[in-house]
């Protein structure tokens, strides 16, 4: 493992060059906006007459077609989502100069079979740490968002040059750069999305308060309780890691935390979290999604219109409606 920083940056990787940036979603508008301000030549890859490319040029970037955007191009970052980037690739790749360097910021794709890079291109891996409205707003103030870094195909030997020069232009040298592999990083992705931060956080507060309002306490007690207040605890986290949690939060809180803590958590969600590892090592997850997406994504649909009718979401509407000051931080 290594940690490279700004130090580490060769200045000239990338100079002078063109960027295509495919997708204008959340990383490709940060990526694009923090390239364009570290003085690169920056060019976004969208479909004409659609919201994204009406976006790009609003904030003052060139766009064209995708496949027009990465003729001439030295790096083409494939930031569309997941499973459009087989179809994307299929479109762009005669268009890609030999040599070009191809970059990824997750790597589902090349991990998992869907793209197979042409020989001659270099085919690196950028992942910020973090949502691209927080690589924008980062890099903004002068602060970055850590990613990680791998290497695939390296026919050329500069492509850990330019991938650093690309980290170091979107801000992540400022917060630091960790060397990975396609694999580690696809794989750790998917399971800590799952498991962690998206599908066990949100059951877990789902489920705290289903059990107070069950219990007969008030859905709005009960949404600051097991939602609202997460934040607090989620920053400490962030911010300082489980010590700094501890200096913040009451004896009683640390008490309930160290004894009730693993009543929830236990060796059986553990087995559970192993068995979705495996699935997602084995490349079951991902057989299984790229088939749900194939078959028209009604049961992904239907997941979604359930999860978004629940009761505390009705509860946090209303209450969010009275902190405007929240939407101001997205």
Same mark, same amino acid.
């Given at each position: 493992?290594?940690?490279?920083?700004?130090?580490?940056?060769?200045?000239?990787?990338? *100079?002078?060059? /063109?960027?295509?940036? &495919?997708?204008?979603?959340?990383?490709?508008?940060?990526?694009?906006?923090?390239?364009?301000?570290?003085?690169?030549?920056? +060019?976004?890859?969208?479909?004409?007459?659609?919201?994204? !490319?009406?976006?790009?040029?609003?904030? #003052?970037?060139?766009?064209?077609?995708?496949?027009?955007? +990465?003729?001439?191009?030295?790096?083409?970052?494939?930031?569309?989502?997941?499973?459009?980037?087989?179809?994307?690739?299929? %479109?762009?790749?005669?268009?890609?100069?030999?040599?070009?360097?191809?970059?990824?910021?997750?790597?589902?794709?090349?991990?998992?079979?869907?793209?197979?890079?042409?020989?001659?291109?270099?085919? +690196?891996?950028?992942?910020?740490?973090?949502?691209?409205?927080?690589? /924008?707003?980062?890099?903004?103030? #002068? *602060?970055?968002?850590?990613?990680?870094?791998?290497?695939?195909?390296?026919?050329? *030997?500069?492509? $850990?040059?330019?991938?650093?020069?690309?980290?170091?232009?979107?801000?992540?040298?400022?917060?630091? +750069?960790?060397?990975?592999?396609?694999?580690?990083?696809?794989?750790?992705? &998917?399971?800590?999305?799952?498991?962690?931060?998206? #599908?066990?956080?949100?059951?877990?507060?789902?489920?705290?308060?289903?059990? &107070?309002? %069950?219990? #007969?306490?008030?859905?709005?007690?009960?949404?600051?309780?097991?939602?609202?207040?997460?934040?607090?605890?989620?920053? &400490?986290?962030?911010?300082?890691?489980?010590?700094?949690?501890? $200096?913040?939060?009451?004896?009683?809180?640390?008490?309930?935390?160290?004894? *009730?803590?693993?009543?929830?958590?236990?060796?059986?969600?553990?087995?559970?979290?192993?068995?979705?590892?495996?699935?997602?090592?084995?490349?079951?997850?991902?057989?299984? !999604?790229?088939?749900?997406?194939?078959?028209?994504?009604?049961?992904?649909?239907?997941?979604? $219109?359930?999860?978004?009718?629940?009761?505390?979401?009705?509860?946090?509407?209303?209450?969010?409606?009275?902190?405007? !000051?929240?939407?101001?931080?997205?």
């Amino acid at each position: 493992m290594q940690i490279y920083s700004q130090k580490d940056v060769n200045k000239k990787a990338l *100079r002078g060059a /063109r960027i295509a940036i &495919l997708g204008y979603g959340s990383q490709g508008r940060a990526h694009a906006l923090n390239l364009k301000d570290s003085g690169f030549d920056v +060019v976004v890859g969208v479909r004409k007459g659609g919201p994204s !490319w009406t976006n790009a040029k609003k904030d #003052g970037l060139q766009v064209a077609e995708p496949a027009e955007a +990465v003729k001439g191009a030295a790096l083409v970052a494939m930031l569309t989502p997941d499973l459009a980037q087989k179809a994307v690739y299929k %479109e762009i790749i005669g268009n890609i100069g030999k040599g070009a360097t191809l970059l990824f910021a997750h790597g589902f794709n090349v991990h998992f079979g869907q793209i197979k890079p042409r020989k001659d291109l270099d085919v +690196v891996l950028i992942a910020p740490k973090g949502p691209g409205g927080l690589v /924008r707003r980062q890099y903004e103030q #002068g *602060r970055g968002v850590p990613c990680l870094l791998a290497i695939y195909q390296n026919p050329s *030997r500069q492509a $850990k040059d330019n991938a650093l020069a690309y980290a170091h232009g979107i801000g992540g040298t400022r917060g630091g +750069v960790l060397t990975t592999t396609f694999a580690e990083e696809t794989e750790t992705d &998917l399971f800590g999305e799952q498991v962690v931060l998206c #599908g066990g956080a949100t059951e877990l507060v789902v489920k705290g308060f289903e059990t &107070l309002v %069950e219990a #007969g306490y008030q859905p709005e007690v009960a949404y600051y309780e097991c939602l609202h207040e997460l934040k607090l605890i989620v920053d &400490l986290l962030h911010e300082g890691g489980l010590s700094k949690m501890h $200096k913040f939060i009451s004896d009683t809180a640390k008490y309930g935390d160290l004894t *009730r803590g693993p009543r929830i958590v236990n060796s059986a969600t553990k087995r559970e979290m192993k068995k979705i590892l495996k699935e997602i090592q084995d490349g079951k997850f991902a057989r299984q !999604w790229m088939a749900e997406n194939k078959r028209g994504s009604k049961k992904y649909a239907a997941m979604l $219109k359930k999860d978004m009718s629940h009761k505390i979401e009705k509860v946090g509407v209303k209450l969010r409606d009275r902190m405007p !000051w929240l939407q101001e931080q997205a």
